[in-house]
């Protein structure tokens, strides 16, 4: 039977693991039914579409007219050679917003990625194949390297050139791809809460942790407008309680922790709702719990171990105060 709730489960877990080299997973539970795909979706939108990078919008090659154009003694055209410029992923040194770089390369050399980097910029992709010139070529090249976000096509940006340059379409997004998952997950007895999980892959301009929070500042940003205009009060979870770094995690709800059937009911009628009311018992007061068997007792003990709380740690004073005054309001 459905309990009468007045107000959606807060999810207390998150997890983050890293798959590979500017690849995490992050994994966050429990959800209501529905909230977790709510959620998902606008924050991979937000990671695609807002997530800062760096392109180059704009080039400049010695004695080329136009993009249908061909340099003397360069394998590729000038159309081919903006092609594999545009998948060359850059990071500014200094952070500016916008640099001009001049490249000088005498031939025979092929031409990579890596040897774009220099005193001004870092190039994330050394591997990218540019231009290869044979060897009475002399190549002299300029980009105009640009932060920004999202896509830009060139035609929107020709008026921002500067005179000389041809301007590029421009594909600033660091993230290359954002996937997520959502999966049952049994709490209280209640299947039908929910974990999400996203999988999330940048270019190395930025790490998927910092692309993920930078996500969630623009969601929050972009919500604000209704507590501003609308004059909204939004309560503080916890009623903003004493911002005490362990104090988060002793609050959440013995619900959220997925004990047994058997070993929740014994805690629930007991009247210990908060892992903090668990933590602040010692080993006898544990035992002396209620219809609380050793099978129950001992799964209480591995979970108080997992959550750095084991049975009988020295809580510091300030935090049994400050615990002790909350579960007494």
């Known amino acids: 039977m459905k309990n009468i709730k007045t107000s959606p489960h807060v999810p207390t877990k998150i997890e983050v693991k890293e798959i590979s080299v500017n690849r995490v997973q992050i994994i966050a539970y429990p959800f209501e039914s529905g909230y977790a795909i709510t959620l998902a979706h606008p924050l991979r939108r ?11 919008i704009a080039l400049r090659i010695a004695g080329v007219a136009h993009e249908f154009d061909s340099v003397r003694g360069m394998v590729e055209d000038v159309s081919h050679f903006i092609v594999n410029l545009k998948t060359v992923r850059f990071k500014s040194k200094d ?51 640009c932060r920004g976000i999202g896509y830009v096509p060139s035609e929107e940006i020709r008026n921002q050139v500067p005179e000389g340059f041809m301007p590029l ?18 709490v209280e007895d209640d299947p039908n809460y929910e974990k999400v999980i996203f999988d999330i892959q940048t270019d190395g301009q930025v790490e998927p942790l910092t692309a993920f929070k930078n996500a969630l500042s623009v969601m929050h940003k972009q919500m604000a407008i209704f507590n501003t205009e609308l004059n909204i009060e939004v309560p503080e979870i916890n009623n903003g309680d ?7 995690t002793l609050l959440q709800t013995i619900d959220s922790l997925n004990f047994s059937a058997r070993c929740f009911n014994c805690l629930d009628r007991s009247g210990i709702k908060y ?13 002396n719990i209620k219809n609380l068997g050793k099978k129950s007792l ?23 105060a400050l615990l002790k005054k909350k579960f007494s309001n």
């Open 46 to 56: 937000l990671l695609l579409g807002s997530s800062v990078g760096f392109a180059p």
């Open 95 to 145: 952070e500016n917003e916008s640099i001009s770089v001049d490249y000088k390369f005498i031939g025979p050399k092929v031409i990579t990625g890596a040897d774009l980097a220099n005193e001004l910029v870092e190039v994330v992709t050394p591997n990218i194949h540019l231009a290869t010139i044979n060897e009475d070529a002399v190549l002299n090249f300029s980009i105009v390297i």
């Open 169 to 186: 379409d421009s594909y600033f997004t660091p993230v290359t791809n954002v996937t997520y998952n959502t999966e049952n997950i049994l």
């Open 242 to 248: 004493e911002d005490h770094p362990e104090i988060k």
């Open 275 to 287: 892992l903090g009311e668990l933590v602040l018992l010692n080993e006898d007061q544990i035992k």
């Open 298 to 320: 001992d799964e209480i003990t591995t979970k108080l171990d997992e959550l750095g709380y084991p049975v009988g740690k020295e809580i510091p004073e300030d935090l049994v």
